[in-house]
């Protein structure tokens, strides 16, 4: 562990009630956990997307696309 992450969790653990950094500890477990998630989505080639990225290339080069203007949405 680094001596910054320690200083945090030594704050923490002084400055919360049990229940809390019970809490506190869930919370970073589901954050750990949703990232290995997305980390794992993002890793698999998707070839429904490389489709859709494909199809929108095609359509740029047709010169059937616009610039978006957040003003008209």
């Given amino acids: 562990m680094t001596q910054i992450l320690k200083q945090a969790f030594d704050k923490l653990s002084a400055s ?8 506190f500890g869930r919370y970073i477990l589901a954050m750990i956990e949703d990232n290995a998630r ?3 989505s993002f890793a698999k080639p998707s070839d429904k997307l ?3 990225a494909d199809q929108a290339l095609e ?3 047709a ?3 616009e610039i978006l203007d957040p003003e008209k949405l």
Avoid: C, I, K, V
């Avoid at 919360?16 to 809490?23: C, P, T």
């Fill in 16 to 23: 919360l009630a049990e229940s809390e950094q019970d809490e």
């Fill in 50 to 52: 490389r489709a859709l």
């Fill in 59 to 61: 359509h740029y080069r």
């Fill in 38 to 40: 997305w980390d794992a």
């Fill in 63 to 65: 010169g059937r696309t």
